[in-house]
């Protein structure tokens, strides 16, 4: 049984995608499931997202910055769906994942799968199309605006406007009823538009206003407007009753930029630090001035050294639970990094990410090893497990420090579980199986990350000795909408019961998700509906907080 295979079959692809460097990266089946697809749609998020037939749906991009959601450690939710002009076909796709945040709270990376669904057929994206309008007519129109009214010292606001938490509206009540919504939010608009004014829909859920002669104090006035117009009253769907409200970001020509490319940006990314019905109507976008990458990369790395050698690497630690019972059965230790002020931590996402890239992960996966060490010897009844990159896997040294780490207490490597990601089993296959067994020898367990995405096979797997795989939560959050992800976990569990090990499922969020994990035999459960991570900090009755390993 190769789960590559199995998902190719049911046209399913995962990804990881870096935002703010816009890379990213697939799955190994991914050509098997979208077939010859240019590298610069490949490599890059917008360059995939120029796939998207216009008007057919939200890219990931606004699905993700239009998402509304505040990332407090575990991600956020976002799915939609579009066609894509995939090697000559235009196929509907279903896409859907979680978004971390970066330091400055906005998206900053994603995890998520691809499902194709079938083909579209030309008459349907004519329907979709309607009175969406795409990013290029826009930005034309925006060049035009600016064209005219600049000469004549006439300011033009951008407000770039989104529904918010449209995930939630989707899964509450469906496409088609989220489709009314939108249209009844967009005539709520139109009708407190100025006639000199311009609006449009474009990107599915995202509406540009161009305010012609609007002064600068007004132009939370402006916002308010249109917020109030959409909150005005509850929207009734045939599925249900909706409580919508805006979100809305601005960028104002020619203070911040007289550039129609460069404005809307700034209005789109202000946007994704908008909230909904805050006391301020807009977020407005601000001219920056340029940094230098070279100073920003050295910050940081002292920043990170300062931040070990100051103590302010800490542990948060999140319950994993029998799926039957619902005892915990043990805790997953993240790393989590204060950056000096009270209750102000790095983002975790973002911040692992930048440690691998400037050769630093090595140093915080140690220091975590010996924080979790130490809580284990304090505390008798706790089990945790722990991420080890496979940058520190790659170093000699790592396993060194695991057996100094544990020789000093009687039992704390038993109550010890190493997470590893299925990604780190593919080079060096060999090496990386001697590793494992020599830290099975010092009495740990062994448990493989993310499991699912279809990089390793059966045989490759009885190849470590492995104690628990956990199943990608990309999957498993999408058990109440997907036939095929339903087969595909119950498979990847049927999977692990024929190779004897546990399983933990990922993403865990309702008591639907939970309930069909446990009739089809996972071990463990984590997730929102378990408990979130909560760091850890000494205290008298520390033992009373953690009443199972």
């Known amino acids: 049984m190769d789960p590559r295979n199995l998902l190719s079959s049911i046209g399913e692809v995962v990804y990881s995608w870096d935002i703010q460097s816009d890379a990213l990266t697939w799955g190994p089946n991914a050509a098997d499931v979208l077939g010859a697809i240019p590298e610069s749609a490949m490599a890059r998020g917008l360059g995939f997202a120029g796939l998207v037939e216009p008007g057919s749906g939200r890219s990931r991009y606004d699905a993700i910055f239009s998402s509304g959601g505040h990332d407090q450690g575990e991600g956020v939710i976002y799915r939609t769906r579009y066609a894509a002009q995939l090697a000559g076909r235009s196929m509907w796709i279903e896409d859907a994942g979680r978004w971390f945040a970066g330091t400055d709270g906005r998206p900053a990376c994603a995890r998520g799968v691809l499902r194709l669904e079938r083909q579209a057929r030309p008459e349907e994206l004519l329907e979709q199309t309607g009175e969406l309008g795409d990013r290029s007519a826009l930005l034309e129109r925006l060049d035009s605006a600016?064209?005219?009214?600049?000469?004549?010292?006439?300011?033009?606001?951008?407000?770039?406007?989104?529904?918010?938490?449209?995930?939630?509206?989707?899964?509450?009540?469906?496409?088609?009823?989220?489709?009314?919504?939108?249209?009844?939010?967009?005539?709520?608009?139109?009708?407190?538009?100025?006639?000199?004014?311009?609006?449009?829909?474009?990107?599915?859920?995202?509406?540009?206003?161009?305010?012609t002669g609007c002064p600068n104090n007004q132009i939370e006035a402006a916002a308010r407007r249109f917020s109030k117009a959409v909150a005005q009253a509850a929207i009734e769907t045939a599925r249900g009753i909706a409580l919508v409200r805006l979100r809305v970001g601005a960028a104002v020509a020619p203070d911040l930029s007289s550039h129609a490319g460069t404005l809307l940006s700034a209005a789109e990314n202000a946007l994704a630090g908008a909230k909904a019905g805050a006391a301020e109507a807009a977020v407005i976008a601000r001219r920056q001035e340029n940094r230098d990458p070279a100073a920003s990369q050295t910050g940081f790395d002292v920043r990170a050294l300062a931040a070990l050698n100051e103590r302010r690497?800490?542990?948060?630690?999140?319950?994993?639970?029998?799926?039957?019972?619902?005892?915990?059965?043990?805790?997953?230790?993240?790393?989590?990094?204060?950056?000096?002020?009270?209750?102000?931590?790095?983002?975790?996402?973002?911040?692992?990410?930048?440690?691998?890239?400037?050769?630093?992960?090595?140093?915080?996966?140690?220091?975590?090893?010996?924080?979790?060490?130490?809580?284990?010897?304090?505390?008798?009844?706790?089990t945790l497990s722990v991420n080890v990159s496979p940058h520190s896997l790659s170093d000699p040294e790592w396993l060194d420090a695991f057996v100094a780490c544990t020789s000093g207490v009687r039992g704390v490597a038993e109550r010890l579980i190493v997470e590893i990601t299925e990604t780190a089993t593919i080079d060096n296959p060999a090496r990386i199986a001697r590793l494992l067994g020599q830290i099975k020898d010092r009495g740990a367990r062994i448990a493989i990350d993310d499991f699912g995405a279809g990089h390793t096979s059966l045989r490759h797997?009885?190849?470590?000795?492995?104690?628990?795989?956990?199943?990608?939560?990309?999957?498993t959050q999408n058990l109440r909408r997907s036939t095929d992800d339903r087969f595909y976990v119950r498979t990847l569990i049927d999977l692990a019961q024929h190779l004897g090990v546990e399983t933990v499922a990922e993403?865990?969020?309702?008591?639907?998700?939970?309930?069909?994990?446990?009739?089809?035999?996972?071990?463990?459960?984590?997730?929102?509906?378990?408990?979130?991570?909560?760091?850890?900090?000494?205290?008298?009755?520390?033992?009373?907080?953690?009443?199972?390993?």
Request: aromatic fraction near 8%; charged fraction near 25%.
């Open 461 to 475: 797997l009885r190849a470590f000795p492995i104690d628990v795989l956990k199943i990608d939560g990309t999957f």
């Open 507 to 549: 993403w865990v969020d309702d008591e639907l998700q939970a309930s069909m994990l446990a009739d089809w035999g996972v071990t463990y459960l984590q997730g929102h509906l378990m408990g979130r991570a909560e760091l850890w900090r000494p205290a008298v009755d520390a033992g009373a907080r953690f009443a199972a390993g």
């Open 313 to 382: 690497v800490e542990l948060a630690l999140q319950p994993i639970v029998r799926a039957r019972s619902r005892e915990v059965g043990f805790h997953e230790a993240l790393l989590r990094v204060s950056v000096g002020r009270d209750d102000a931590f790095f983002a975790t996402a973002e911040l692992v990410a930048m440690l691998e890239r400037r050769g630093l992960v090595r140093l915080f996966d140690h220091r975590v090893l010996e924080l979790a060490v130490g809580l284990l010897a304090n505390e008798p009844s706790l």
């Open 146 to 211: 600016l064209s005219e009214h600049l000469p004549a010292e006439r300011g033009i606001v951008v407000l770039v406007a989104a529904i918010d938490e449209l995930a939630r509206l989707n899964d509450d009540f469906g496409h088609e009823a989220t489709d009314e919504i939108i249209g009844v939010v967009q005539d709520r608009l139109r009708s407190v538009t100025r006639s000199r004014d311009y609006l449009v829909r474009y990107s599915g859920n995202r509406f540009a206003i161009l305010l």
